[in-house]
């Protein structure tokens, strides 16, 4: 059985009886802080601009963003989610075969089928902890490749593309044509977010379109709030015509000026989720039936060594115990022992880690 898209609580309630409230969700990937307090009070103090049209130019938003990532202002564009950016994208660079870093969200794949195109996937593999193999990447991106697509922290894997290689792989594809999409919507959960972030790379190379959302870091899937960074021109102004107009509301533009700015909250989860991650990397390195890969993101990918649960059976059991993990057998390259968890409040964590021990390394 294919479980439903992680995070989709809803799909959970109706099959299982299980009120949504009542779910501890490892599988969506969000913050467990929530959305940032001093936000929710600036938007409850100020829900007279529902009946204002937001800025057509987004100039306060792109300036808090540009001021938050340290890309220019005059290289960012925003849309409704990283969802409309990501589908937006592939709709305007229009290649005829695409090259996706896999495993990988399924909405690249889709997109890209729905322009008429192809796609191959190059695979990161398991044996080499997900890491690239950057010589084998490159010998694969030949001149009949029109787009590269990578998540980076990559989904589910958790591994990273380092600027180094980032910048290896543009020049590249500066060389053979081909337009670069990296989807950075777990970045900002890393410990070393300047050794892995591509926005600087913007700025010197035109092929590369960033796109970053506001759904998990900042708690926000509601909003549909996302942005890309590109500094080619004429690539912005036709992504622009293939967009619709005011795609992002005046409550999302409002809310997004103020989310950049809370520093307190941005220093707060990045502690909360790196000495989480720590420990249960730390407990997962001493188990003989679990092998946990090494993250840059907020969650964990987990292999079972052991032939007696698969990750569908452990799914069903943690469940009814109203934990919800990701069976991640449906991204390509993994199967039915590759499970995915989220870093959740410490007391959550350790509540999925010992359910976890009992059902897999005690059994």
Not at 55 to 62: E, I, N, V
Request: hydrophobic fraction near 40%; include cysteine.
């Amino acid at each position: 059985m294919m479980h439903p898209h992680g995070g989709d609580l809803d799909a959970i309630e109706r099959k299982y009886g299980i009120p949504k409230a009542e779910i501890l969700d490892f599988s969506g990937n969000i913050n467990p802080l929530g959305f940032p307090e001093s936000v929710k009070t600036a938007l409850a103090q100020n829900l007279d601009i529902i009946s204002t049209y937001p800025d057509k130019h987004y100039t306060a938003l792109r300036a808090a963003i540009g001021a938050y990532t340290g890309a220019n202002p005059a290289h960012i564009v925003v849309g409704n989610g990283s969802t409309e950016l990501i589908g937006t994208f592939i709709k305007t660079v229009n290649a005829k075969k695409s090259l996706i870093m896999g495993p990988a969200y399924s909405e690249y794949e889709r997109e890209v089928s729905l322009t008429g195109g192809t796609f191959d996937y190059f695979p990161l593999k398991a044996e080499n902890d997900f890491v690239i193999d950057l010589d084998a990447l490159l010998a694969t991106l030949t001149p009949e490749i029109g787009m590269f697509v990578a998540c980076n922290p990559n989904n589910p894997t958790g591994s990273a593309l380092t600027v180094s290689q980032l910048r290896t792989i543009l020049t590249h594809c500066k060389e053979t044509g081909a337009s670069v999409m990296i989807d950075e919507t777990y970045l900002e959960f890393a410990d070393n977010l300047d050794e892995i972030c591509a926005i600087p790379l913007a700025a010197e190379f035109d092929n590369l379109f960033v796109i970053r959302g506001t759904s998990k870091f900042f708690a926000a899937p509601g909003i549909r709030l996302g942005y890309g960074v590109s500094s080619n021109e004429a690539f912005r102004n036709r992504l622009q015509t293939n967009q619709d107009p005011w795609s992002v509301n005046s409550l999302a533009a409002f809310a997004g000026e103020r989310l950049f700015t809370d520093k307190e909250f941005h220093d707060t989860t990045k502690k909360l989720i790196s000495d989480e991650r720590k420990k249960a990397l730390a407990e997962f390195s001493t188990w003989k039936n679990i092998k946990a890969y090494p993250s840059s993101a907020n969650f964990i990918l987990l292999k079972l060594l052991t032939d007696k649960i698969t990750a569908a059976e452990l799914f069903e059991k943690l469940i009814v115990k109203k934990m919800l993990i990701r069976d991640a057998s449906s991204f390509a390259f993994l199967d039915e022992s590759f499970l995915r968890f989220c870093i959740l409040r410490p007391e959550d964590n350790a509540m999925l880690i010992a359910e976890l021990k009992k059902l897999v390394e005690e059994a």
